[in-house]
């Protein structure tokens, strides 16, 4: 079962910032969040992850609680292409598999 | 960097007969992972391969099984195919080190009638 727990959907409206929350209450130390996203009929895109710091790189910012329990994905100026499923997917430092849970459909309206 | 590689991109087939999935992961990736896809189940794991070796299993029957070339590139079999075996089947590929992240191919849509 997936470890996490995410609203099931939600929309934004283009050009503001889509932020993703993301529950992981029983996330051990050696755990990482992992954020990805699928776009209709397509394979899922790698988008970012993280330990315990924020992250940030050209698609997205991570934010993650200082006791880890949750965190945030940040979209910081959504577009029409932003509208897919985000996936929230906590998995260990080594040779674990990827468990996806359902993931929130995000839409991003005009 | 060429992505990952999967063919072919459809299929269908009938019951009962058996199917291979090819997948060509990005050049320097040594692991290969393989997932299920359907409306009802969503995404679901089915094994991982590294250095031609299985090192994860989900839980899926044994009529699934895959395997790795020495060129990391992976196929899957499913055997006896049912209808339930209707879905997108994903490959995706990841370079071995302690938080690797896994790049996904653009997937077989495998129909059976």
């Known amino acids: 079962d997936a470890k996490t727990t995410q609203p099931t959907s939600m929309d934004c409206a283009e050009g503001r910032a889509a932020n993703l929350p993301c529950n992981h209450s029983t996330i051990s130390g050696n755990e990482y969040v992992y954020w990805y996203r699928q776009i209709h009929s397509q394979g899922p895109q790698y988008i970012i992850h993280?330990?315990?710091n924020n992250e940030t790189n050209e698609m997205a910012s991570l934010i993650i609680t200082e006791d880890r329990k949750s965190s945030t994905l940040i979209l910081p100026h959504a577009t029409l292409r932003d509208t897919a499923v985000y996936y929230c997917?906590?998995?260990?430092?080594?040779?674990?598999?990827?468990?996806f849970g359902p993931g929130t459909r995000l839409s991003v309206l005009p | 960097k060429a992505g990952v590689t999967q063919t072919p991109r459809y299929l269908i087939k009938t019951r009962g007969q058996q199917v291979t999935l090819s997948c060509s992961p990005i050049?320097?990736?040594?692991?290969v992972s393989w997932y299920q896809q359907t409306p009802g189940q969503g995404l679901q794991f089915l094994f991982e391969?590294?250095?031609?070796?299985?090192?994860n299993k989900g839980n899926f029957p044994g009529r699934f099984s895959g395997r790795q070339f020495s060129n990391s590139r992976s196929e899957m079999n499913v055997s006896t195919l049912e209808l339930g075996d209707s879905a997108l089947y994903l490959c995706a590929s990841s370079f071995e080190g302690q938080t690797y992240e896994q790049y996904f191919g653009p997937g077989t849509r495998l129909t059976v009638t």
């Open positions: 997917i906590v998995r260990n430092d080594y040779g674990q598999n990827f468990v």
């Open positions: 993280g330990l315990k």
């Open positions: 050049s320097g990736h040594r692991s």
């Open positions: 391969y590294f250095s031609e070796t299985q090192r």
